[in-house]
Structures are given as C-alpha cells and as structure tokens.
C-alpha cells in the first residue's frame, strides 16, 4: 500500500495544466492538496491490521482512495459506474490522481472504500469545517438542525419473512460447506427451502377470513421446520470443524468462515424463533427493543415519527446540524428512537468547540422544545431561540416571542433544513444504505455528509473570490 505516487510523467504533467476540471471539483482538487494530513488519516485506516504493508504490488495510493471516496459521494454513482468514469473520463483521471495508470475493477473500490472507519470519516468532516473557519467563509452565527431517518437496505420485516431467511441462508451455507469438504462431510441434511418458502407464502397470501382459522397452524408448521433446519445446519457446522485440518490453506480459511456464519444467523435465527412463537403462538406482544427486523442488518431499529406516508421506518435515526451558509458542522447516527429533545445540548456543545461561542440564532422544529433545552441556550449565549412550544398553555411572554419578526425569521431560516436533507437524500444518495453492518452504516452518512461539505465550500470559496474581485 502506497500513500502517494511516484512522480508523474511529462505528458500526465501537460494534462493536468490544461485544467479540463469544472470549478467545484477544481476547487475540491485545490483544498485536497493543502491539506496532506487527509490523506495521512486515509492511510492509517487502509494499511490497519497488515503485517507487511510496504511489500507485495502496488495497490490504489491513499490519495487515489480518499479522492474517489469523496467523488463516488459527489456523484451518486455505484461502484462500477465509477470505475467505468474513471477510466473513461480525463477529467476524472486528473482528479482522482490515476492520470495514465490503469483503472482497477470495482471490487477494489469496494474493498478499499470498506477499511475506512467512521472515525476517519467524522476527522475528514471536521478539517473541512475547519478549513472553512480558517478561510473566513463560516462565522457559526446561525445552527438549524433537524432529524431524519436513513433506510437499512432490508425488506418489510414480518415473522413468516423472517423466518424464512433462516432457512434459506442456513440451507445455502450447509451446501457451500459441502462442496469445500466433498463426500467426507456425510451429515444428515435435507433440503426444505420449498417447504418454507410454500408457508410463507400462504401466511402472506391469507385473507382475514382463513387467517383466523390457519393462521396459528401455518406459522407452527413454518417454525418446526426453521428449528430443524438450524438444529441440523449446526451438527454439521461440528462435524465439518475437526475435518477443516486437513484441507489446503484456501479451502480451510472458506470452511472456517461458513462455519462461523452458520453459528452466527444460528444465534439470530434463535432469536427469530422466539419472537415469532412469543407474538403468534403465545399472543405475546413483544417490546421493539426485543424484536429482530433483519438477520442480515441486525442492527435496524424500528422508526416511528407520526408520518402519514411512512408510519414506520427501519434504519436508523440520524442528526444533522447545519450552519447559516450550509455546512453541517455536526451529524449523528442514533441507536433506538430517541427523543429529538435529547439531542440539543450536545450538538449545541458541539458548535461551542468548533467556533468558541454559541450561536447567535438556534433555530429547530418544536420536537427539540423542552424547558431544559431552553435553559441551556440561555446559558450558553444564544441571543435569538426559535423553538416553537410543543404542547401544554403558552404564557403570554411566549406567545408574544413567538408572534415576533426575528422568531418568524428564525423560523423560515430553519426550513431550509429539509431542503438540506432533500439534497442529502436526492444527490447523495443518503436516503437507503446499501453498505453491510452498523459501522459501514455510520461511514456510508458521513460520506454523504463529506460530500456535501466540500461542494458547500468550493461554493463559499468562489463567492469570496467573486467579491474580491469585484472590489
């Protein structure tokens, strides 16, 4: 692994003086290069866990990974598209710092993309922000912040659904294990996707007549062959361990890692079982916290926010705290579904240690209005609060804040947060997460978010550079 390239060729010089850059990407290209110590932070991430990271081929630099990181987010594209771009485009070539080298496929985007955690990630945001403080182009004088839900790249959750994954994974793992071990693996195993399948579609298919009186037989059925087929990928997940031994070394690193994917959706197809036989065997009603809505994003938490289109959502619910020219100086990915009121105060410290002083105009929607929230911006120094009252009698004191000019105002600057999260969602793709595991979930936002920082700061830039010229 390299963190930069050998130095360029004559004519890869030429063509990086032509300028074919558009202005925002040129500008991007200009603050990449004035701050090495980004691609120092890229570095640590993809050469963590090597024992050997100076030998073997030169793979992608830092430098390459870090600027199509932050070009696959500007643009939206998927992973093949971007190597497709790349290697297609001048442009692009420049930019991302390949010039003449050969473009590797998508799989080692992927790869590379996966080894950056979301530390790193809230580093780059936070020297970009303070880039911005430095350049005199953000004051931190106004903060909105707002919250929203990010999707997990799951399907509707039902109990026939679910358990339904279990059987099909544990019967596809029990026949990859096979074809690695051959004849020596003889356990007792059966297929019975198509039994399962057959239940979960009938659960699924009922009309509310027939499900009052099939419905509980249905699911018994679908339950006892989920618990047979877990119980059965385990024994053969130890028959097959003593064998792994005896296998060459690639055979053995894919046996260990079936092994231990059948142990792992073992223990959420457990899970499954239980709350499904707790809620329509016993009519139990199971608590949100205690439920599983994916066993592949275990992770997903149930949403709800009092939307009439999305009742319920399943992901996460994410943050986002924005100053008056657009940079979001602060972004969360929140466990459960917290209250928005709890989130205030820290991202209000937040802006304390970016900009050493409290903003002068706090401006959310009445879900953050608490009597401690309004206390503490107090406090902390902000001059206008623009938190609408949510519930309960107003004193005239507050009603008269609220009918005035500067809380009106407040309030149509805090709009322009669900345009933010609209852009977010639109241009950046945050609105599913197609990335694998709660870390990869929090890295894939603050890539959104990263993205839209540097363009929002290429954008500030050329605005002080047009001033200064007009002057």
Known sequence: MRIMAEQISFAEAEMLAKGVLDAALTRISDILDQHGSLVDVVYKDLVRGLKHSKTGRNGMTAIQVLRSYILWRIKNWDMRELRERIADGIAVRLFTRFYSECVPNHQTFNRNFNRLTPETIRLLNDAVIQVAVDLGVEDGRKQRMDTTVVQSNIHFPTDSGLLWDV????????????????????????????????????????????????????????????????????AIAVEAKPLIEGLDPMSAAIANTLVADIKEYGGLGQRVVSQSRRRVIDGEQVPVEEKLFSIFEPHTDLIKRGKIQTPVEFGHKVLIAESGNGLITDYRVLDGNPHDQDQLQPSLKQHQKIFGKAPDLLATDRGFHSDDNLAACKEAGVINECIPQCGGQKTPERKAHERSKVFKQGQRFRAGSEGRISVLFRGRGMKRCLRRGRQRFETFVGAAVLANNLLVLAGLLEKKEKRRRAA
């Open 167 to 234: 059987v099909r994974v544990h019967t596809r793992l029990v026949k990859q294990l096979r074809d690695v071990f051959g004849p020596a693996l003889r356990g007792d195993f059966s297929d019975r996707t198509r039994r399962a399948k057959r239940r979960m579609q009938q659960i699924s298919r009922m009309t509310g007549k027939s499900r009052s009186r099939q419905h509980v037989r249905k699911y018994r059925d679908l339950l006892q062959v989920t618990e047979e087929v877990m119980q059965k990928a385990a």
